[in-house]
């Protein structure tokens, strides 16, 4: 079976500290990679995707950078922190060259700028 | 291009009463409808999945919802609540040929013992 791990679980770094999350996939190959967003009291936003190794897009401009370095594996980076970059991180994977499947996501990051 | 409204940001039942958490979306070609619940803290978990086969789809927990084209709804229900149903609730919309959900803004179910 596939599982999804996320880390750190909780995270607190002072304004213009840099960022690093992680996020690795098991069980599957070639999956779809989402980073997203969700603030208090809000939704998700949906910040990058992947298709592949090495093939990022990103959803909004930002403070922020994603990476994928392998296969099942999908880093989230800031070079400086802003108070604004606070929130909780989620990640989430889909099958691979398949449209409208569904995501699963991993338990998230909890995220302090202080 | 796709979007997803869902109507209440708040829904307040007893135990034991019946739950419906409404979802009206937008679509242009063939959407596959999904809802998720996360507890605190949490991530998301996926309870139930429309992908154009039967329009009632049951889902995880007693969950289910129906899918109804003519008025783009796909409301969620439950004949009974639960306290461990207290959550936030998430409609998701995909468009025909896309990678890319669009989430509503989520609904707070809160259940009152």
């Known amino acids: 079976s596939q599982t999804i791990h996320q880390w750190p679980a909780t995270l607190v770094q002072p304004v213009g500290s840099p960022l690093s999350l992680e996020c690795t996939v098991e069980?599957?190959?070639?999956?779809?990679l989402y980073w997203y967003r969700q603030a208090a009291g809000r939704g998700l936003q949906l910040l990058f995707y992947?298709?592949?190794?090495?093939?990022i897009s990103s959803e909004v401009p930002q403070n922020l950078s994603a990476s994928r370095p392998q296969d099942r594996q999908f880093i989230l980076s800031s070079k400086k922190l802003l108070l604004s970059d606070s929130g909780f991180y989620l990640c989430a994977w889909s099958l691979r060259d398949a449209t409208q499947e569904t995501q699963y996501f991993g338990p998230g990051t909890r995220l302090l700028v202080l | 291009a796709q979007s997803v409204t869902q109507l209440d940001s708040h829904v307040s039942v007893s135990e034991g009463t019946p739950v419906l958490l409404r979802c009206n979306y937008s679509?242009?070609?063939?959407?596959?409808l999904f809802w998720y619940v996360q507890h605190p803290n949490k991530g998301l978990q996926l309870l139930l999945k429309?992908?154009?086969?039967?329009?009632l789809v049951k889902g995880i927990n007693g969950f289910e919802a129906e899918f109804k084209k003519s008025e783009t709804s796909f409301h969620l229900t439950k004949p009974s609540a639960h306290m461990s149903d207290a959550a936030e609730y998430f409609c998701v919309v995909v468009s025909g040929g896309s990678y890319i959900p669009t989430f509503g803004r989520g609904t707070s179910l809160i259940v009152h013992p």
């Open positions: 069980g599957t190959s070639n999956p779809n």
């Open positions: 992947s298709v592949g190794i090495g093939q």
């Open positions: 429309y992908t154009s086969a039967a329009t």
């Open positions: 679509s242009s070609y063939s959407p596959s």
